[in-house]
């Protein structure tokens, strides 16, 4: 199980951090990959960040503002969000899946487990 945490509401130019925790499953970075995608209102579940095997990947709209990181002993996946725009406003999900390959991390379909999301809103 998979449990998000850290939303809220920030102005623009301000920062966030996300946590995704687990229970019940030791995500450890060898065996699984952990991703954050998130979804706005009208809009499709999109791709944010994701972590696995030490190697990590973003999305091109959160590029250099968005890092995402993982502690192993606390089985828990962060991400720190910076410089938050309007635009970023969205529930925001984290997934793990065991298996994923490099070029299917930006994908919802490969990843088999999901947490609730948790809501950011950046104002302008």
């Known amino acids: 199980q998979l449990q998000a945490s850290g939303g809220g509401l920030v102005q623009a130019g301000g920062s966030l951090r996300l946590s995704c925790a687990a229970s019940g499953r030791t995500i450890s970075d060898y065996t699984y990959t952990v991703g954050w995608f998130r979804q706005a209102p009208g809009k499709e579940r999109e791709f944010v960040a994701a972590?696995?095997?030490?190697?990590?990947n973003y999305a091109d709209s959160v590029k250099g503002r968005f890092i995402i990181s993982r502690d192993n002993a606390a089985n828990i996946v962060s991400l720190q969000m910076n410089s938050l725009k309007p635009e970023d406003t969205a529930n925001y999900y984290c997934?793990?899946?065991?298996?994923?390959?490099?070029?299917?991390?930006?994908?919802?379909?490969?990843?088999?487990?999901w947490g609730q999301g948790t809501q950011v809103t950046v104002s302008s």
């Open positions: 997934a793990a899946g065991s298996g994923i390959i490099l070029s299917s991390r930006r994908v919802v379909g490969a990843y088999g487990y």
């Open positions: 972590i696995g095997r030490g190697i990590t």
